[in-house]
């Protein structure tokens, strides 16, 4: 077997499980441990894994940190379409009458393009283009109170957090900056951040919408959500980066 296709293996295995030991490479390449160990310590010199006493561990991200955050008025016209039918398929998922929070997300904004008077639901949003966009509608809809980020439009602080609260809901959808399979949800503000975990943590149903340029990218803030939860994006363009982040994460794939 080639070394390149030596180092293939080994990184496929670390990509599923992050860690393995020598034993274990030596029953897949049938290579011996000391070609192995060079093996190792040559993608060790290349920054993708690192040495660890008789084995090897992923490191943990080859993704630089993404700081900056584009305008949400520029947000709104990456993806368009894309997005555009991932909040279609949202939307397909409510029933009338449910309580629902959309977070102050792109796609969270189009699913309103969806969402009929006739539906009677009840709405929560952080998101002042939402409300805005539901009340034009005459949609039923709740503003939280707070403070404004002006980049995102998102009401965001301690007076949010004590409203929201109050709310049990039957759908909670949430945008995200950033899905990686190793740094897992990311976004650029920890304010926001806490506003997720929390309205998660309120819900029974938890979905994530998340466009193709999303994934494999990492942002300064974690989000941590305790609740299980769906991951909606649009068609995987790499199927092998499907399979990868299907271990991972429960992903609902939509097309049309």
């Known amino acids: 077997m080639l070394l390149e296709e030596r180092k293939a293996i080994i990184l496929d295995y670390l990509k599923q499980h992050h860690m393995v030991d020598l034993q274990t490479l030596v029953a897949m390449t049938n290579a011996s441990e000391s070609t192995l160990r060079r093996d190792l310590d040559s993608m060790e010199d290349e920054g993708i894994l690192v040495r660890i006493h008789g084995g090897a561990k992923l490191k943990k991200s080859t993704n630089p940190v993404i700081g900056d955050e584009p305008r949400f008025s520029d947000k709104v016209l990456d993806n368009a379409n894309e997005k555009r039918l991932i909040a279609k398929y949202a939307v397909s998922l409510i029933q009338n009458g449910e309580t629902i929070y959309l977070d102050a997300g792109t796609t969270s904004l189009l699913m309103l393009d969806f969402i009929s008077p006739e539906m009677q639901l009840n709405i929560v949003t952080n998101g002042v283009d939402q409300a805005m966009v539901a009340a034009g509608k005459g949609l039923n809809i709740q503003l939280l109170g707070g403070t404004l980020r002006a980049n ?105």
């Open 152 to 256: 995102t439009q998102a009401i965001v602080g301690q007076s949010a957090h004590k409203q929201l609260s109050k709310y049990h809901f039957h759908h909670v959808f949430l945008g995200m900056n950033g899905i990686d399979l190793h740094d897992g949800l990311t976004t650029t503000d920890e304010a926001e951040a806490f506003l997720k975990e929390q309205a998660s943590s309120q819900s029974i149903n938890v979905h994530v919408l998340i466009d193709q340029s999303k994934f494999e990218k990492t942002y300064p803030i974690t989000v941590n959500l305790d609740a299980n939860f769906q991951i909606i994006t649009n068609i995987f363009k790499v199927r092998s980066a499907k399979e990868e982040f299907t271990q991972v994460f429960e992903i609902e794939e939509v097309n049309n």
